[in-house]
Antibody, heavy 122, light 108 residues
Framework: QVQLVQSGAEVKKPGASVKVSCKASGYTFTSYGISWVRQAPGQGLEWMGWISAYNGNTNYAQKLQGRVTMTTDTSTSTAYMELRSLRSDDTAVYYC???????????????WGQGTLVTVSS | DIQMTQSPSSLSASVGDRVTITCRAS??????LAWYQQKPGKAPKLLLYAASRLESGVPSRFSGSGSGTDYTLTISSLQPEDFATYYCQQYYSTPPLTFGGGTKVEIK
């Protein structure tokens, strides 16, 4: 069965960086993209970006451009999301999700990781 | 960017009730819409895609409809395990992938 297992909770100081991992199993990793979505406490879902596990192409949310980098390691079927220059409003649960391509330019999210809480506090 | 507006933001209902949630896009999205269910402390779960296609394993009491800019999620007979927050998401024009603000379904 398809599973996405994320790394554990992190506590970071403002200005630091965090790197969250997402290990996939149960499907051919390179056949799907991975999206990252975050959810601040008590808030809705915010899309952060997407990476093709096939060729490493990325699309990032405009508000995070320059602070976020998404990568994959196909040898271990793992996706990574690094966020730099952390601020208090980056405190959120971060999810990875398998992206099922539905149209030439669009996708929805059919399997999700369990989430990783990142707390940014001095 | 396409904006997604959900209504209501919350509702109270009883077990057995018929519940309808609306999602409106800022422009036509040609049925490129997914619905998710999220329970507290859990990841979202895909319910429907292409506006009306039920994801495998999702109970048939969930259904979706709509066209153009207006879409609905209907739960035909609310069950105890359906109390959760529901989100719509458009994938007609990405990036960015955009979500509605969510609808919390609470017990009356």
């Amino acid at each position: 069965q398809v599973q996405l297992v994320q790394s554990g909770a992190e506590v970071k100081k403002p200005g630091a960086s965090v790197k969250v991992s997402c290990k996939a199993s149960g499907y051919t990793f390179t056949s799907y993209g991975i999206s990252w979505v975050r959810q601040a406490p008590g808030q809705g879902l915010e899309w952060m970006g997407w990476i093709s596990a096939y060729n490493g192409n990325t699309n990032y949310a405009q508000k995070l451009q320059g602070r976020v980098t998404m990568t994959t390691d196909t040898s271990t079927s793992t996706a990574y999301m690094e966020l730099r220059s952390l601020r208090s409003d980056d405190t959120a649960v971060y999810y990875c999700a398998r992206s099922r391509t539905a149209t030439s330019s669009g996708w929805y999210l059919d399997y999700w990781g369990q989430g990783t809480l990142v707390t940014v506090s001095s | 960017d396409i904006q997604m507006t959900q209504s209501p933001s919350s509702l109270s209902a009883s077990v057995g009730d018929r519940v309808t949630i609306t999602c409106r896009a800022s422009q036509g999205i040609s049925n490129s819409l997914a619905w998710y269910q999220q329970k507290p402390g859990k990841a979202p779960k895909l319910l429907l895609y292409a506006a009306s296609r039920l994801e495998s394993g999702v109970p048939s009491r969930f259904s979706g409809s709509g066209s153009g800019t207006d879409y609905t999620l209907t739960i035909s007979s609310l069950q105890p395990e359906d109390f959760a927050t529901y989100y719509c998401q458009q994938y007609y024009s990405t990036p960015p992938l955009t979500f509605g603000g969510g609808t919390k379904v609470e017990i009356k």
